[in-house]
């Protein structure tokens, strides 16, 4: 059975730094809804009540265009091991890139990756908790490292200009404002 918290637990911290991907949904009023997995260490858990990760550069930018557009946004964890537990924190997301006053000091959390685009902050509304129980169990076996050999191999310029023909509107068409 389900079970919602108003914030994040001491124990729910703890599961989240345990896990080694999570996935972001996201939707505009109008148009697809945005399901996404993430992975490489990119997740901070901020306070009780603020989380964020480093988005990297991707296909699209859908959450960015999303959370302009209505900031509505859901982060989901599970575990694939033997304890199991789906977490879903819901809440108000917001995009922070390079040019804004709080990159620095959030920036500083994360480790700095190739390919780095802007950073997903989310605020937590609510916590919900579910049994988890259908869902299989899988081993870790490490990151792949393509997303961001990809990063390194086009350089920073190759990136900006990837941006710029690839991440500037969703694909509903909503702007994503990555390079003004």
């Not at 859908?62 to 809440?91: D, Q, V, W």
């Not at 922070?96 to 920036?107: C, G, S, V």
């Not at 997303?147 to 990136?159: F, H, N, P, R």
Request: net charge neutral; charged share 20%.
């Amino acid at each position: 059975m389900a079970k919602f918290y108003p914030a994040l637990t001491d124990a729910l911290r703890e599961f989240i730094a345990q896990q080694q991907i999570f996935f972001t949904a996201s939707a505009p009023q109008v148009g697809r809804i945005n399901l996404s997995p993430k992975g490489i260490n990119t997740f901070r858990c901020l306070s009780d009540h603020t989380v964020a990760y480093l988005d990297l550069t991707g296909s699209g930018n859908e959450t960015s265009a999303h959370l302009i557009e209505n900031r509505r946004l859901t982060i989901m964890f599970c575990s694939f091991t033997e304890k199991p537990l789906i977490l879903r924190l819901y809440g108000q997301g917001s995009v922070i890139r390079p040019k804004d006053a709080e990159w620095h000091p959030l920036y500083a959390r994360f480790k700095p990756l190739p390919g780095t685009r802007q950073i997903i902050q989310l605020t937590i509304d609510s916590v919900q908790t579910s049994c988890g129980f259908g869902v299989p169990l899988y081993q870790y076996e490490g990151e792949r490292e393509t997303l961001t050999q990809w990063a390194e191999k086009k350089g920073t310029e190759g990136v900006r200009q990837y941006w710029q023909e690839k991440n500037q509107t969703s694909i509903d068409g909503l702007p994503t404002y990555l390079i003004e």
